[in-house]
């Protein structure tokens, strides 16, 4: 079981950015495959990217590729999820979550996936 601690996300402008940032509290991340997921109202929770353990290549849901960039960072206890040029439709409630199943063109989390908090983003004039 992971307590993960999310942070980022809030009101932006279509085109805008935001970044969001997911960290292990007394873990590093390193040997587990993290991924980020939204869940938007009235729909249901979609997997928007995913980073393998120990490198591979990452997997994005189409509509955020070319836009959204998931990363580690140095300490290796944080995932951070940049997104560029938002629209309107990348409105919802992101989650990231560990472990779970991140291949070049899949993501899923299962039973045994421990979820941040969420963090509300939404893109909006």
């Known amino acids: 079981q992971f307590h993960l601690v999310q942070s980022g996300g809030g009101l932006v402008q279509p085109g805008e950015s935001l970044t969001l940032s997911c960290e292990a509290s007394?873990?590093?991340?390193?040997?587990?495959?993290v991924g980020w997921f939204r869940q938007a109202p009235g729909k249901e929770r979609e997997g928007v990217a995913c980073?393998?353990?120990?490198?591979?290549?990452?997997y994005y849901h189409d509509s955020v590729k070319g836009r959204f960039t998931i990363s580690r960072d140095k300490t290796l206890k944080t995932v951070s999820l940049q997104m560029d040029d938002l629209k309107a439709d990348d409105t919802a409630v992101y989650y990231c979550?560990?472990?779970?199943?991140?291949?070049?063109?899949?993501?899923?989390?299962?039973?045994?996936?421990?979820w941040g908090q969420g963090s509300q983003v939404t893109v909006s004039l």
């Open positions: 979550a560990v472990p779970i199943r991140c291949n070049d063109d899949s993501i899923a989390a299962d039973r045994f996936s421990s």
């Open positions: 007394g873990y590093t991340l390193q040997r587990h495959n």
């Open positions: 980073i393998p353990n120990y490198g591979g290549t990452s």
